[in-house]
T-cell receptor
Framework: AQSVTQPDIHITVSEGASLELRCNYS??????LFWYVQSPGQGLQLLLK??????LVQGIKGFEAEFKRSQSSFNLRKPSVHWSDAAEYFC??????????FGRGTSLIVHP | NAGVMQNPRHLVRRRGQEARLRCSPV?????VYWYRQLPEEGLKFMVY????????ESGMPKERFSAEFPKEGPSILRIQQVVRGDSAAYFC?????????????FGPGTRLTVT
């Protein structure tokens, strides 16, 4: 069975600082991996995805993520955080069943 | 291009009433998923449908909940005889359903409040 762990429930950073959100997954084969962002009262928006190929994936809004098979990780990064990045971030893993499994989410708080 | 549409955005029901949540997928998407989200929790998968077929309903409660995705029209998530514990945000997502593009596109959600 596939599973996702986001070990950090809350992360607080200062505006302009770098960001890394952690995601570890469990899946038997090469997974599909996703990061989504959810602003308050909104649905989820896809930030980026990994299917195969280059393990460093670029997404929207200046985010990137790196797939590390040896660590079963797919951490999300951004070099300089903006106040508008404050939101809930979800990592998800999927495979051939087309039903992804979502992590519990990490709430990002940005201090001015 | 219109994204996933959900209505209503907010729904208030008294205990024992029925709730009907509607979802129109992205045009051309044939796969629809329903999720439930409670405060401080992630998304819980409920049901996965293709046109006129339920593919996987392993996350849906056995009683009171049903879902459909007819040949024409939106997908419907129906909750009969609602209870306070049904209060949550319900999200619909759609997908083209191909191996090349299995990512999901989410609607804005319906926030159900049971009084």
């Amino acid at each position: 069975a596939q599973s996702v762990t986001q070990p950090d429930i809350h992360i607080t950073v200062s505006e302009g600082a770098s960001l890394e959100l952690r995601c570890n997954y469990s899946y038997g084969a090469t997974p599909y991996l996703f990061w989504y962002v959810q602003s308050p009262g909104q649905g989820l928006q896809l930030l980026l995805k990994y299917f195969s190929g280059d393990t460093l994936v670029q997404g929207i809004k200046g985010f990137e993520a790196e797939f590390k098979r040896s660590q079963s990780s797919f951490n999300l990064r951004k070099p300089s955080v903006h106040w508008s990045d404050a939101a809930e971030y979800f990592c998800a893993v999927g495979g051939g069943s087309y039903i992804p499994t979502f992590g519990r989410g990490t709430s990002l708080i940005v201090h001015p | 291009n219109a994204g996933v549409m959900q209505n209503p955005r907010h729904l208030v029901r008294r205990r024992g009433q029925e709730a009907r949540l509607r979802c129109s997928p992205v045009k051309g998407h044939s796969h629809v998923y329903w999720y439930r989200q409670l405060p401080e929790e992630g998304l819980k998968f409920m049901v996965y449908l293709q046109k006129e077929n339920i593919i996987d309903e392993s996350g849906m409660p056995k009683e009171r909940f049903s879902a459909e995705f007819p040949k024409e029209g939106p997908s419907i998530l129906r909750i009969q005889q609602v209870v306070r514990g049904d209060s949550a945000a319900y999200f619909c997502a759609s997908s083209p359903g191909t191996a090349q593009a299995p990512e999901q596109y989410f609607g804005p959600g319906t926030r159900l409040t049971v009084t």
